[in-house]
């Protein structure tokens, strides 16, 4: 059982009090500090965002901790956007993977590409105010969950742009790093966003932060599809024929949406999106259910223009 351990913040992430555990812990090697957390070490990708083996963490706590893995899981990891797009059962084969020590891949669950050419999702990310205001409060930094949520790119308290800090999220072999004034270094070229992009993003952010809060059940990709053939016949961009044939107005979709967030908020979100045009829209809106890995932000940013409530899509 551990002497002691330190107390969670609001929105730490798990990984960011393992790391703080590391530094009072003295531990000379990461591979001590996870063989006296978990009782072994274990090279699992995601496991900053994705801890696993909580059920042994748990146990191990101080006698006097009332720390639950569900409190852990929900408030503390990555789990609750990942539950988001995967059914009921699918969600809980994830939260069970997450309690037990895993043999496999946590990828396995999550359905994500692995691959990410995406530079931006490289990297823990840290609000530089947060940053600030937490080491006042608290007496020092630490690692905000929200903040390594994709697809948000402004801190939703600050509205101020998230900076990536030299900690990487996919590193292989183990490592904790707490956030430091070391590790959070500010950039130097940080693009100037006008205001009503920051408003967009900031608009994008809390939608994404109401749906990881949300709890509610999914009802599958088959639904989803159904859902945005609906929405995109009412918007006229759809034109159904018999025989299950249909007429897609990719170009027009593109347009739409592009004009609804504004190229330089998509671009920021992802800037994939700016390249591929209608194709990858297309791709998401119809072939979701067959695709093996889903790309959430994609999803929630077509939700939002289709409904122009994320709340009514999933509730209708
Ligand atoms: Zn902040």
Known sequence: MLSFFPTLYPDELLYSTLARYHI??????????????????????????LTNNLNYLVKNLP????????????????????ATFLM????WLLKNSMSKKLSGSILDFVKVTTNSSDD??????????????DTQKYGEPYWHRIHQVSGIVVCPIHGVFL?????????KGINYHAASIDNCLLAKNVKNLTNNTVKTLLTVANDINWLIHSNFAFQGLAWLRAQYQRY?????????FAGGKFKFDDYGFAQLIFEFYGQESLEAINPML???QGKYFSHCLFGC????????ITHILMIKFLANSIEEFFQS
């Open 24 to 49: 009072r812990s003295g531990n000379k090697s990461f591979k001590q500090t996870d063989l006296e957390l978990f009782g072994y070490s274990s090279q699992q990708v995601c496991k900053i965002t």
């Open 63 to 82: 006698l006097r901790s009332q720390q639950k893995v569900e409190s852990l899981l929900q408030n503390h990891t990555l789990y609750p956007f990942y």
């Open 88 to 91: 009921p059962q699918e969600a």
């Open 120 to 133: 931006s999702k490289k990297f823990l990310k840290f609000c530089p105010e947060c940053l600030e205001k």
């Open 163 to 171: 900076h990536n800090s030299c900690v990487e999220v996919e590193s």
């Open 232 to 240: 995109l016949v009412d918007k006229g961009l759809l034109q159904t």
């Open 274 to 276: 700016a390249q591929h």
């Open 289 to 296: 259910d067959v695709n093996p890995a889903i790309d959430r």
